[in-house]
Protein backbone atom coordinates (compact mmCIF):
# COMPACT_ATOMS: atom_id res chain seq x y z
CA UNK A 1 0.00 0.00 0.00
CA UNK A 2 1.46 3.50 -1.22
CA UNK A 3 0.48 6.63 0.60
CA UNK A 4 -1.64 9.34 -1.24
CA UNK A 5 -2.18 12.86 -1.56
CA UNK A 6 -6.33 13.82 -1.13
CA UNK A 7 -7.71 17.10 -2.34
CA UNK A 8 -10.85 19.10 -1.74
CA UNK A 9 -11.48 20.50 -5.07
CA UNK A 10 -13.71 24.24 -4.75
CA UNK A 11 -11.12 26.16 -2.78
CA UNK A 12 -8.28 24.26 -3.10
CA UNK A 13 -7.66 23.22 -6.99
CA UNK A 14 -10.34 25.88 -8.53
CA UNK A 15 -11.25 29.13 -7.65
CA UNK A 16 -14.62 28.79 -5.36
CA UNK A 17 -17.75 29.17 -7.03
CA UNK A 18 -20.92 28.31 -5.82
CA UNK A 19 -22.68 25.52 -7.08
CA UNK A 20 -20.26 25.02 -10.00
CA UNK A 21 -21.54 23.54 -12.87
CA UNK A 22 -20.41 25.54 -15.78
CA UNK A 23 -16.93 24.26 -17.08
CA UNK A 24 -16.16 27.73 -18.32
CA UNK A 25 -16.75 28.82 -14.48
CA UNK A 26 -14.02 26.70 -13.61
CA UNK A 27 -10.50 28.66 -12.93
CA UNK A 28 -7.66 26.95 -11.64
CA UNK A 29 -5.66 28.39 -8.37
CA UNK A 30 -2.29 30.02 -9.66
CA UNK A 31 -0.01 27.19 -9.28
CA UNK A 32 -2.13 24.45 -8.29
CA UNK A 33 -2.02 22.73 -11.63
CA UNK A 34 2.08 22.68 -11.39
CA UNK A 35 1.65 21.08 -7.87
CA UNK A 36 -0.44 18.39 -8.77
CA UNK A 37 1.88 17.63 -11.76
CA UNK A 38 5.12 17.51 -8.75
CA UNK A 39 3.00 14.45 -7.47
CA UNK A 40 1.91 12.75 -10.18
CA UNK A 41 6.37 13.21 -11.31
CA UNK A 42 6.81 11.69 -7.67
CA UNK A 43 4.38 8.94 -8.42
CA UNK A 44 2.15 9.77 -5.52
CA UNK A 45 -1.66 8.92 -6.19
CA UNK A 46 -3.77 12.35 -6.09
CA UNK A 47 -7.51 11.73 -5.25
CA UNK A 48 -10.09 14.73 -5.23
CA UNK A 49 -13.04 14.28 -2.39
CA UNK A 50 -15.26 16.76 -2.75
CA UNK A 51 -18.88 17.55 -1.16
CA UNK A 52 -21.36 18.16 -4.22
CA UNK A 53 -24.87 19.02 -2.62
CA UNK A 54 -25.61 21.24 -5.87
CA UNK A 55 -26.44 17.62 -7.19
CA UNK A 56 -28.49 16.60 -4.39
CA UNK A 57 -30.40 20.04 -4.21
CA UNK A 58 -30.78 19.81 -7.99
CA UNK A 59 -29.49 22.65 -9.00
CA UNK A 60 -27.02 20.83 -11.63
CA UNK A 61 -26.41 17.17 -12.67
CA UNK A 62 -24.51 14.38 -12.48
CA UNK A 63 -22.95 15.40 -16.24
CA UNK A 64 -22.55 18.94 -15.10
CA UNK A 65 -19.90 17.86 -13.00
CA UNK A 66 -18.71 15.68 -15.60
CA UNK A 67 -18.25 18.37 -17.59
CA UNK A 68 -16.56 20.37 -14.48
CA UNK A 69 -14.22 17.64 -13.94
CA UNK A 70 -13.36 16.76 -17.32
CA UNK A 71 -12.30 20.92 -18.14
CA UNK A 72 -10.07 20.74 -14.90
CA UNK A 73 -8.61 17.62 -16.26
CA UNK A 74 -7.89 19.81 -19.48
CA UNK A 75 -6.64 22.62 -17.88
CA UNK A 76 -4.50 20.14 -15.78
CA UNK A 77 -2.74 18.31 -18.55
CA UNK A 78 -1.79 21.49 -20.33
CA UNK A 79 0.99 21.50 -17.34
CA UNK A 80 1.37 18.02 -17.84
CA UNK A 81 -0.62 16.72 -14.59
CA UNK A 82 -3.43 14.48 -14.09
CA UNK A 83 -5.87 13.06 -11.23
CA UNK A 84 -5.98 9.75 -10.34
CA UNK A 85 -9.14 9.36 -8.65
CA UNK A 86 -12.20 11.36 -8.10
CA UNK A 87 -14.88 11.04 -5.23
CA UNK A 88 -18.06 13.33 -5.17
CA UNK A 89 -20.59 13.13 -1.92
CA UNK A 90 -24.04 14.53 -3.49
CA UNK A 91 -25.40 14.12 -0.10
CA UNK A 92 -27.01 16.51 2.48
CA UNK A 93 -29.89 17.23 4.48
CA UNK A 94 -31.31 19.62 2.54
CA UNK A 95 -31.23 17.23 -0.72
CA UNK A 96 -33.95 15.39 -2.82
CA UNK A 97 -34.70 11.55 -2.83
CA UNK A 98 -31.99 9.04 -2.42
CA UNK A 99 -29.33 12.32 -1.22
CA UNK A 100 -31.55 13.75 1.31
CA UNK A 101 -29.16 12.34 4.10
CA UNK A 102 -27.92 14.57 6.38
CA UNK A 103 -25.22 12.75 7.79
CA UNK A 104 -23.92 10.05 5.33
CA UNK A 105 -21.02 8.30 5.77
CA UNK A 106 -19.71 9.91 2.45
CA UNK A 107 -20.25 13.58 3.05
CA UNK A 108 -17.26 15.55 5.11
CA UNK A 109 -16.13 15.35 7.37
CA UNK A 110 -16.93 11.95 7.12
CA UNK A 111 -14.28 10.21 5.97
CA UNK A 112 -16.65 7.70 3.84
CA UNK A 113 -14.74 8.67 0.62
CA UNK A 114 -11.43 8.38 1.48
CA UNK A 115 -11.97 5.05 3.12
CA UNK A 116 -12.98 3.78 -0.50
CA UNK A 117 -10.86 5.31 -2.08
CA UNK A 118 -8.03 3.69 0.36
CA UNK A 119 -9.72 0.74 -0.29
CA UNK A 120 -10.31 0.29 -4.01
CA UNK A 121 -6.67 1.97 -4.77
CA UNK A 122 -4.85 0.17 -2.02
CA UNK A 123 -3.57 3.50 -0.51
CA UNK A 124 -2.15 3.72 3.53
CA UNK A 125 -4.19 6.15 4.98
CA UNK A 126 -1.47 6.83 7.97
CA UNK A 127 0.93 7.87 5.32
CA UNK A 128 -1.54 10.09 3.46
CA UNK A 129 -2.73 13.79 3.37
CA UNK A 130 -5.87 15.60 3.54
CA UNK A 131 -5.32 19.12 2.04
CA UNK A 132 -8.75 21.64 2.02
CA UNK A 133 -9.70 24.90 2.67
CA UNK A 134 -12.39 23.92 5.15
CA UNK A 135 -12.50 22.38 8.95
CA UNK A 136 -15.03 20.10 7.05
CA UNK A 137 -11.78 18.89 4.93
CA UNK A 138 -9.43 18.65 7.68
CA UNK A 139 -11.74 16.58 10.01
CA UNK A 140 -12.81 13.98 6.44
CA UNK A 141 -8.61 13.79 6.93
CA UNK A 142 -8.23 13.34 10.30
CA UNK A 143 -11.08 10.61 10.61
CA UNK A 144 -9.50 8.68 8.05
CA UNK A 145 -6.17 8.28 10.07
CA UNK A 146 -4.56 10.77 7.51
CA UNK A 147 -2.17 13.98 8.17
CA UNK A 148 -4.37 17.31 7.45
CA UNK A 149 -3.47 20.24 5.52
CA UNK A 150 -5.10 23.50 5.70
CA UNK A 151 -4.39 25.83 2.34
CA UNK A 152 -5.70 29.68 3.05
CA UNK A 153 -7.33 29.64 -0.32
CA UNK A 154 -11.28 29.37 -1.22
CA UNK A 155 -12.42 29.62 3.17
CA UNK A 156 -9.27 29.03 4.09
CA UNK A 157 -8.58 32.62 5.22
CA UNK A 158 -11.47 32.47 7.92
CA UNK A 159 -10.42 29.14 9.02
CA UNK A 160 -8.60 28.55 12.39
CA UNK A 161 -6.07 26.12 11.07
CA UNK A 162 -4.99 25.02 15.17
CA UNK A 163 -6.02 21.49 13.91
CA UNK A 164 -3.89 21.28 10.75
CA UNK A 165 -0.84 19.54 10.72
CA UNK A 166 0.30 21.81 8.21
CA UNK A 167 -0.71 25.67 6.87
CA UNK A 168 -0.05 26.95 3.77
CA UNK A 169 -0.81 29.89 1.90
CA UNK A 170 -1.91 27.70 -1.40
CA UNK A 171 -1.76 24.13 -2.66
CA UNK A 172 2.05 25.06 -4.75
CA UNK A 173 3.08 26.05 -0.49
CA UNK A 174 1.26 22.91 1.03
CA UNK A 175 3.50 20.59 -1.52
CA UNK A 176 6.86 22.06 -0.13
CA UNK A 177 5.62 21.27 3.77
CA UNK A 178 4.03 17.93 2.38
CA UNK A 179 7.29 17.07 0.34
CA UNK A 180 9.41 18.02 3.82
CA UNK A 181 7.48 15.60 5.73
CA UNK A 182 6.84 13.09 3.57
CA UNK A 183 5.46 10.30 3.78
Known amino acids: ?31 AAAAVARFNALDIPVVVVTNQSGIGRGHYGWQDFAAVMSRMETLLALEQAHIDAVYASPHHEQAQGEYAVADHPDRKPNPGMLLRAAEEHGLDLARSWMVGDKDIDLEAGRRAGCRVALVRTGYGSKVDGSTADLVAESLPEALAGILAQWP
Open 1 to 31: MRPAIFLDRDGTLNEEVDFLSDPEQLVLIPG
